[in-house]
């Protein structure tokens, strides 16, 4: 497994940005499919976005499309979420996550080595 650590969370109104990253240690980045997901308080985990070994491929939940951007340096050995126009309802603690499974649009459960988080407070 990789080892994953999330960074560049913090407090920002509405309208504001913000940039995830993750960076990992372990196997060789390039191999994984890589992923960021969220959770709110009281509420599930939910899927966020994707991106593909190549970077080829990207997927974003409808709620996030045109205002998050995922991207990944294999050169660094981390992948990146860019927020924009940020809301009250993407408070919430963001992960990443890894797979050597498929390549990007996988389901959550072949996902198999997470971070621990970093939390994304949005205010009104």
């Known amino acids: 497994q990789v080892q994953l650590v999330e960074s560049g969370g913090g407090y920002v109104q509405a309208g504001g940005s913000l940039r995830l990253s993750c960076a990992a240690s372990?196997?060789?980045?390039?191999?994984?499919?890589l992923a960021w997901f969220r959770q709110a308080p009281g509420k599930e985990r939910k899927f966020v976005a994707s991106?593909?070994?190549?970077?080829?491929?990207?997927t974003y939940r409808d709620s996030v499309k045109g205002r998050f951007t995922i991207s990944r340096d294999d050169a660094k050995n981390t992948v990146y979420l860019q927020m924009n126009s940020l809301q009250p309802e993407d408070t919430a603690v963001y992960y990443c996550?890894?797979?050597?499974?498929?390549?990007?649009?996988?389901?959550?459960?072949?996902?198999?080595?997470w971070g621990r988080g970093t939390q994304v407070t949005v205010s009104s």
């Open positions: 996550a890894a797979t050597l499974r498929g390549n990007g649009n996988v389901p959550t459960t072949w996902y198999d080595s």
């Open positions: 372990g196997r060789t980045f390039s191999e994984y499919a």
């Open positions: 991106i593909s070994r190549n970077s080829g491929l990207t």
